[in-house]
C-alpha cells in the first residue's frame, strides 16, 4: 500500500507542481507543520517560508503567502509566490530582502505585516547562506 498523497500548488496563471509525494512541510501561521498521508483535514494559511516536499528527492520552495486544504489525501496549496530556490538568483534574493526591510521600517504597518515580513526576511537570509 503505498504511503503517498496527491500535491497541487497552483498559482493563479499556472499549475506549478502536481504530483504524488510522500511527506510536505508548510510555513504556517501557527508554525512549521508536516503532512503526510492520512493526515486530518485541515484549511490554513501560508506565511513566507519555505515548502520541503519528499518525494524520491526533496523539493525546496520559497512563498510568501497563500492558503492551504488537505482533505481526502489531497493537498491543495494556492498561491502567487511559489518559486524553487534553483530558480532564485542572489541579486533577486537581496532585492526582496532590501525591500522587505524598507517596509519594515514604516510605523504605519500592521503588527501583522510586521509579523510576515519577518518572517520573509529570515527566509530570504536563510536562503542566501
Do not use: C, W
Not at 504597518?109 to 520573509?120: A, F, M, P, Q, V
Amino acid at each position: 500500500m503505498s504511503e503517498k498523497f496527491t500535491i497541487e500548488i497552483i498559482s493563479p496563471d499556472r499549475l506549478i507542481l502536481k504530483k504524488d509525494v510522500s511527506e510536505v512541510v508548510l510555513p504556517s501561521f501557527e508554525g512549521e507543520m508536516g503532512i503526510l498521508k492520512d493526515h486530518i483535514p485541515l484549511i490554513t494559511f501560508l506565511r513566507p517560508g519555505l515548502i520541503k516536499i519528499v518525494e524520491e528527492t526533496e523539493k525546496i520552495l520559497f512563498v510568501e503567502e497563500g492558503t492551504v486544504e488537505f482533505a481526502n489525501n489531497n493537498l491543495l496549496i494556492l498561491t502567487s509566490t511559489a518559486k524553487e530556490l534553483s530558480d532564485l538568483n542572489q541579486n533577486y534574493v537581496n532585492k526582496l530582502i532590501s525591500e522587505s526591510e524598507v517596509k519594515m521600517k514604516n510605523i504605519e504597518i500592521t503588527d501583522k505585516e510586521k509579523y510576515l515580513l519577518s518572517y520573509k526576511i529570515e527566509t530570504l537570509k536563510s536562503i542566501n547562506q
